[in-house]
């Protein structure tokens, strides 16, 4: 069991308040992302949760349990780090029974659990390496068994990926929801990358100066952003704003519309602008579109074969259906 | 061109090292060298360099009128039991410092490195007067607690700098994996500081294996070491150069030797931080 609550905490260091006041509800079994860009206080959220750090005020219950004043060690939480703080000095065996031995197990169900949970991450034929010999994605497995064998109530990983290269992360990103998908434990991940967010959560929790900016799935988040920071933060490329007349134009102070909701065209559509740089990726070409005397640039995202050059005079439909509409305080109309 | 420069370079360089390694070691050999001379030798002018007839009456002279296994077993407690009561005081202490720092923390390691800037002389008198209350004076407990105290803020410092090099997310993991304070920092810290606290150890033990001016002052026949050994033989009776070389190279062999064999955790230990 893993239901995780906060309620009313807040964090200060000296003086400076880097979590206001503030509630979240993570229901046992679901797969959190705290998402936002870096020192918006999603680490030193996650480190609350954790006990590493204190609350200044406020409660944190796990399973209506008050975990506020109980040391990391007694929360039954398990956590994998950024750089995987696997400990030098052990072999990956060592380094994943650490845990069990600290409870005091059993040794012979030590040596079941550490070679279940070995099997599990592909890790029986490393058990007796130090982590030293191991690459960055065997770490990061090694991180991973390490929590895992516990069997704790929750999971809080703080930016386990960034460490790695792209080509990897991809590959760990699906083998941790599937860990999540067969374990079906809480889970809380912290990340400035929104497309791990995306692909990875039952929940987002968007972060601002230590503001909740909006908490919802991944395509609440994408279809119906609470505001102007949402809009730009959910979603790659991220979305256009235009202001001014256009904006007007649908009684709104800006409004907000995805590079993949503009139609381009070489004749006909409302706006036009002229090309600039244009991103081919094969399946996609991202145009960066200027001169629209709209925005300064306006981003279109068109199939892989559409092919524009540089300097070419377009034309640009936006779909009016999926249009995000922003009052002046970056609020969303509905 | 540039090449040539370089070896020429290398080469003035190398010759400096050697000269002035040379240097600082010339007293170390000018005492081995003397204790293998007659006493007339010793002091003859000009002095005589390697052509002199070696001999080993000076040791033999030496260990029959001093026990040479006693001192040097009261300079193995006195030296090894400091060092290790230290550390064990002072591990706890880096701990706090490096990974729960306050405020003060730079104010309390000054604070304990001045303790370092009085001159000993100074508090000679108390501690004399507490050792006689105490019944200490001439113990080996009483020197051991002496020169652990004395050597107590270097070993603190020292640690301090290493365990600084430790990330305190390692430690963060060992509290999320349910360790205890005592058990992070016996199965997680220690082990990983290993190499600082092997450096910390040695250049402490030399460090007491030589200090001259408490183990004179608070010893007389029982608890000497081999400082007060070495300064029996430059007393009333005049000065005998080769008897007094003998004894200080029987001194300093087990500490010299000893830092032959570990010089490299030495040099690490002395430029730990240094450079990255």
Not at chain 1, 117 to 128: E, H, K, M, Q, R
Not at chain 2, 105 to 130: C, E, F, H, N, R
Not at chain 2, 207 to 224: H, P, R, V, Y
Request: aromatic share 10%; charged share 20%.
């Amino acid at each position: 069991m893993g239901r995780i609550t906060l309620d009313k905490v807040t964090k200060s260091f000296g003086a400076v308040e880097v979590i206001p006041p503030l509630d979240l509800t993570i229901e046992d079994g679901e797969f959190a992302v705290f998402v936002g860009p870096s020192g918006c206080g999603k680490s030193t959220l996650l480190r609350l949760i954790a006990g590493l750090e204190d609350v200044s005020s406020g409660q944190i219950r796990i399973d209506s349990q008050d975990a506020t004043a109980v040391p990391p060690a007694k929360r039954g939480l398990a956590m994998v780090f950024q750089s995987y703080a696997l400990y030098p000095h052990m072999s990956v065996r060592k380094n994943i029974a650490f845990p069990l031995k600290m409870a005091k197990m059993d040794p012979a169900e030590i040596t079941r659990r550490v070679e279940a949970a070995a099997s599990v991450l592909n890790l029986t034929d490393y058990l007796d390496r130090r982590p030293g010999q191991l690459s960055g994605g065997q770490r990061q497995r090694v991180a991973i068994g390490r929590s895992i064998v516990r069997e704790p109530a929750a999971f809080l990983f703080d930016e386990p990926l960034s460490n790695l290269d792209a080509a990897l992360r991809v590959g760990m990103r699906l083998e941790i929801s599937e860990l999540h998908k067969r374990l079906a434990t809480t889970m809380i991940y912290v990340t400035h990358d929104q497309v791990e967010a995306m692909t990875m959560a039952d929940k987002i929790v968007v972060l601002q100066a230590g503001v909740i900016e909006q908490v919802g799935s991944p395509l609440e988040l994408y279809r119906t952003p609470r505001n102007k920071f949402v809009a730009g933060f959910i979603g790659s490329p991220t979305m256009n704003f235009i202001e001014g007349p256009e904006a007007a134009k649908y009684n709104a102070h800006t409004v907000g519309i995805r590079p993949e909701h503009i139609d381009v065209s070489e004749t006909e559509g409302p706006w036009s602008g002229v090309v600039g740089v244009s991103e081919h990726l094969g399946s996609d070409t991202f145009f960066h579109i200027h001169e629209t005397g709209l925005a300064e640039t306006i981003t279109v995202r068109a199939g892989g074969e559409v092919g524009f050059n540089h300097g070419d005079r377009i034309h640009l439909t936006p779909r009016e259906d999926v249009m995000h509409r922003f009052d002046a305080e970056g609020l969303r109309i509905e | 061109m540039a090449r040539s420069v370089t070896t020429r370079r290398k080469t003035i360089n190398t010759a400096l090292a050697w000269a002035i390694g040379l240097l600082i070691f010339f007293p170390i050999l000018w005492t081995i060298l003397t204790s293998f001379k007659t006493e007339g030798q010793a002091i003859s002018d000009p002095p005589v360099f390697l052509f002199f007839d070696w001999t080993l009456e000076n040791y033999a002279i030496v260990q029959e009128r001093s026990n040479y296994a006693r001192f040097l077993w009261n300079s193995i407690i006195i030296a090894g039991g400091s060092t290790l009561l230290g550390v064990i005081i002072a591990v706890p202490a880096a701990w706090s410092m490096a990974f729960v720092p306050s405020k003060r923390t730079k104010d309390i390691l000054l604070w304990m490195l001045s303790t370092k800037m009085l001159p000993a002389v100074g508090v000679l008198y108390p501690i004399y007067l507490i050792f006689i209350r105490m019944g200490l004076l001439d113990t080996r407990v009483g020197l051991v607690i002496v020169l652990m105290l004395i050597n107590l803020p270097i070993i603190v410092w020292m640690l301090y700098t290493y365990f600084r090099e430790i990330p305190g997310e390692i430690l963060e993991a060992a509290r999320m994996d349910g360790a205890t304070l005592k058990e992070e920092i016996l199965y997680v810290l220690t082990p990983m500081a290993v190499p600082g606290i092997a450096s910390t150890l040695l250049l402490n033990f030399i460090l007491a294996w030589n200090e001259a001016f408490w183990t004179l002052n608070l010893t007389a026949a029982k608890a000497g070491p081999l400082t007060a050994f070495i300064a029996s033989y430059s007393s009333p009776e005049g000065l005998f150069y080769a008897k007094l070389s003998a004894a200080s190279t029987m001194a300093i062999a087990p500490i010299l030797i000893l830092g032959w064999f570990s010089q490299k955790q030495l040099v690490r230990g002395l430029t730990f931080g240094a450079v990255k």
